[in-house]
């Protein structure tokens, strides 16, 4: 029983030493990546009012849009960070699920904003009142791309390593400002050159790709909130992996879901049913602390023992 009480002890104190590292290397990528594109939103915004170029003013929101949406991973993580408790026995992880919500509502509104803005210049009729851009939105826009797209990698380095959703749709966020700089790069150019419509054309094409962005990381968090089971590639290797211990006789029921960023299993296994209650038992042990150790995502596994 002591020897229980001092694995339990050790399982918790890993736990939270877990918690504090994801914690910590999360906020760490947030706090960069506040600070990057607060200065490129100033930088752009700057170089779109004086340059007179409209794509580059919508960058520039798109990239404001990527500080707020930074905080609220921020609050997602800190919260979802928050060991078990009485009234959350099962951790907090779908909170970091909610974040990456809002930020996709945030973005998916933005590009909304800025797709309007672009289709009343269109409809206008008269491109020749189109201001041509200037040369400093011109260099605004390699600028940006370089930035976001170095963001972009960092970012998603860290989310991989933590395995972090809200992380992870930040990463993109960044990889969606960077495209959006591209189509600004287009439209800046195309106007210098005598086609001035080129540069709310690209603001279009930008709120195309803020769309997309928050398509995906909206439906990736949902998936995560509505206990989606995993993939069959994972399913097989958990069943492989419980058929493989001895005494497994079979794999009756397997069922998973994707929790946050963890995994929940649970599974029926066939043992000989002659066997005695403290052998199936130990069958039955053995089958959780292999998947367990085999998928470190596994957080709870409940296995039940039928007799053959």
Not at 64 to 92: E, M, N
Not at 161 to 188: C, E, N, Q, T
Not at 197 to 211: M, R, Y
Request: glycine residues 6%; hydrophobic residues 50%; aromatic residues 6%.
């Amino acid at each position: 029983m002591e020897s229980a009480d001092s694995n339990q002890v050790i399982e918790n104190t890993a736990a939270m030493q877990n918690l504090q590292d994801y914690e910590k290397v999360a906020m760490h990528v947030s706090k960069v990546s506040i600070a990057a594109n607060f200065i490129l939103t100033i930088f752009k915004l700057l170089a779109g009012v004086i340059a007179h170029s409209g794509a580059m003013v919508s960058d520039a929101i798109h990239s404001a849009s990527d500080v707020f949406s930074t905080i609220v991973v921020i609050i997602g993580i800190r919260i979802s960070s928050k060991a078990s408790d009485k009234d959350h026995p099962y951790g907090h992880e779908r909170l970091e699920c909610v974040a990456s919500i809002v930020l996709a509502t945030v973005l998916a509104v933005t590009g909304l904003g800025i797709g309007y803005s672009a289709v009343s210049k269109i409809v206008g009729g008269d491109y020749s009142q189109l201001a041509v851009p200037g040369m400093l939105a011109l260099v605004a826009a390699i600028v940006s791309i370089l930035v976001k797209e170095s963001m972009f990698h960092y970012t998603r380095i860290y989310a991989k390593r933590i395995d972090s959703g809200a992380l992870m749709a930040d990463a993109w966020h960044h990889r969606s400002d960077a495209l959006s700089s591209v189509g600004a790069l287009i439209g800046i150019a195309g106007a210098r050159i005598g086609f001035p419509i080129l540069d709310p054309i690209a603001s279009l094409v930008i709120c195309v790709f803020i769309e997309k962005a928050a398509y995906d990381i909206f439906m990736d968090a949902v998936d995560k909130m509505v206990d989606k089971a995993c993939d069959e590639e994972v399913e097989l290797r958990l069943r492989e992996c419980a058929l493989a211990q001895e005494g497994v006789l079979g794999v009756d029921l397997l069922h998973t879901r994707v929790f946050a960023n963890k995994i929940y299993v649970d599974i029926e296994i066939r043992v000989d049913g002659n066997k005695k209650l403290w052998e199936s038992h130990g069958i039955a042990e053995h089958v959780h602390d292999a998947i367990e150790q085999t998928f470190p995502k596994v957080k709870h596994i409940m296995v039940h023992v039928n007799p053959a």
